[in-house]
């Protein structure tokens, strides 16, 4: 495909709509509103694609016809599945659960069916991912785990920034969620480094009239997980320093069989125990001699 054709990503926008910023008054307005009109469209791209993608995919309830095992096998997954999600929903308040009453509950609220249907986090689960112990960003109302977890790219996004009574930005409404926070005011003008309430990574916000720009910051923390094997078995051990000088380090079993499913586990145990400092950790491979 030539060139000419490529579909713009998120910092050649962002440098349009700067440039839009320094044409005369008169063609701002008009370029500007067309600039948002193509924005809109874009992402509407976005949204139907990804919906292509799920109905790609088989359904999380689909089993195979033959088998008597095999069905009894995923039913039990399915209500294990099940099960996971409505524990979440009660100890998490998790996404999907935003009409559900906040603590102190006495009873369980009704789950219909379209809550079912609709819950982003018991998809989730049926893909044998873990739920986080708290919450993701949203977009739209909706979880934005690939935000935390997915490849770190510009994502172009509505935003805007909330200041106090003295003028200093301390928040920042992003696609309709205003739970982040700003941490660090880098500057520059309309950027900030900000995170979503008190977890997870840290993101770049660049903030304009027309559209913004959200980035995930690269970690900042490595911790090692050693390998071992013995007897053909391999295990996974994530060794975490101790905050105090001179204690030992430590070290903490991991329930894998692989390098990747070994990440998860250690990413699972940090938002667990650590979740100022999700998604802000390197893992590094250890192979004791």
């Not at 089993?63 to 039990?76: D, R, S, V, W």
């Not at 916000?205 to 390998?227: A, D, G, K, Y």
């Amino acid at each position: 495909m030539d060139s000419e054709f490529q579909p713009l990503d998120a910092e050649e926008l962002m440098d349009f709509s700067e440039r839009i910023e320094r044409l005369p008054a008169g063609e701002a307005e008009w370029v500007g509103r067309l600039f948002q009109e193509c924005m809109r469209a874009r992402m509407r791209e976005a949204e139907l694609l990804e919906g292509l993608a799920g109905e790609s995919a088989p359904e999380a309830g689909d089993l195979p016809e033959t088998g008597g095992q095999a069905n009894e096998g995923q039913l039990a997954q399915v209500a294990l599945d099940t099960a996971e999600w409505l524990k979440t929903l009660w100890n998490v308040g998790y996404m999907g659960a935003g009409a559900f009453p906040a603590q102190p509950r006495t009873a369980f609220p009704v789950v219909g069916m379209e809550d079912v249907l609709k819950s982003s986090l018991f998809a989730r689960i049926r893909e044998g991912k873990r739920p986080l112990p708290f919450p993701p960003p949203t977009r739209n109302g909706l979880p934005w785990h690939d935000l935390i977890e997915g490849p770190s790219k510009s994502h172009a996004v509505f935003a805007e920034v909330v200041q106090d009574e003295n003028g200093v930005p301390v928040g920042a409404i992003v696609e309709g969620c205003a739970e982040w926070r700003i941490v660090e005011n880098t500057g520059k003008e309309g950027e900030y480094i900000i995170q979503y309430r008190t977890f997870g990574p840290l993101f770049r916000l660049n903030v304009s009239s027309f559209f913004s720009t959200l980035q995930r910051l690269p970690p900042q923390w490595e911790r090692r997980i050693r390998i071992q094997e013995r007897a053909g078995v391999r295990s996974y051990t994530l060794i975490w320093p101790s905050s105090d000088i001179g204690a030992p380090a430590r070290e903490v079993p991991l329930p894998a069989t692989t390098w990747e499913r070994a990440e998860s586990e250690a990413a699972y145990w940090v938002a667990t125990n650590h979740p100022e400092m999700y998604g802000r950790v390197r893992f590094e491979q250890f192979v004791p001699e």
